[in-house]
């Protein structure tokens, strides 16, 4: 399936308009995220674009680099280090990787999509993929006018694909507005546990944000296990290409 630049450069400029108001007082303030403010949900949609954009340089370049040299530490000190910029500043900052993520993905053709990444060990499109998680649900997060309802449809399908690993074994889900079904495990002759809503409040729910209405089912929604994790690094050496092969 081919990457969604187009839907992302569309969310970011959503993002954009967003904040395009937001005053320093908003940004201090509390997050729908335990601990996060407005800005550090800010701080972290803008470096995740500078991950991304430094991950598709070098893959275009033959390089495979981490997300993060220093892990999560460094991710999280990032967040921490940035949060408490101004509103201005944080918009200037917000849309220069925007740009810079942008201008990689416009030099990408169809082979360089298939090019390895650390990033969850898959490919650079795997990372498109994740910028629009990224980008739409952090917005619901900033508690700015943007709402779960207002995710497009093809980002809610694809996060439920995404996040289907948090169900149980033997759980259904059937979307009734867009008539689509996905199933976890099989349980043999065990009941399965139907899980029905709306695509959007059904990718919300999934994604631990408040949904406009909640999914039913018939004995009480399932516990949700964790977020799928990042699988163990991949540690290998530079693949630079020759030159004039990137």
């Not at 700015?144 to 289907?164: K, M, N, S």
């Not at 409040?201 to 408040?210: K, T, V």
């Not at 990042?230 to 092969?245: C, D, E, V």
Request: glycine fraction near 8%; charged fraction near 25%; aromatic fraction near 6%.
């Amino acid at each position: 399936m081919r990457a969604p630049v187009a839907a992302v450069i569309e969310a970011h400029g959503t993002l954009e308009r967003l904040v395009a108001g937001v005053t320093d007082q908003q940004l201090v303030a509390a997050s729908t995220l335990p601990g996060w403010s407005r800005g550090h949900v800010l701080a972290h949609l803008t470096d995740n674009a500078r991950m991304f954009a430094r991950l598709a340089e070098h893959a275009l370049c033959g390089d495979l680099v981490a997300a993060y040299d220093g892990g999560v530490d460094e991710r999280n000190a990032i967040i921490e280090a940035t949060a408490g910029r101004s509103a201005a500043e944080h918009r200037a900052e917000l849309a220069a990787h925007s740009t810079r993520l942008e201008a990689a993905w416009a030099r990408t053709d169809d082979e360089d999509w298939k090019r390895p990444v650390t990033f969850r060990n898959a490919d650079l499109a795997a990372t498109v993929w994740a910028r629009w998680r990224e980008a739409w649900i952090h917005m619901v997060d900033l508690d700015l006018g943007v709402r779960t309802d207002d995710w497009p449809e093809g980002l809610a399908t694809h996060a439920i694909a995404f996040l289907l690993g948090r169900l149980p074994a033997g759980t259904r889900l059937c979307a009734e507005d867009v008539r689509r079904q996905w199933s976890i495990g099989d349980r043999g002759d065990r009941p399965v546990t139907v899980v029905t809503g709306r695509v959007r409040d059904l990718a919300a729910w999934l994604a631990g944000r408040i949904p406009a209405a909640s999914p039913v089912t018939a004995h009480g929604l399932p516990a949700l296990g964790p977020w799928p994790p990042h699988p163990p690094q991949r540690t290998r050496p530079h693949l630079r290409s020759p030159p004039g092969t990137a």
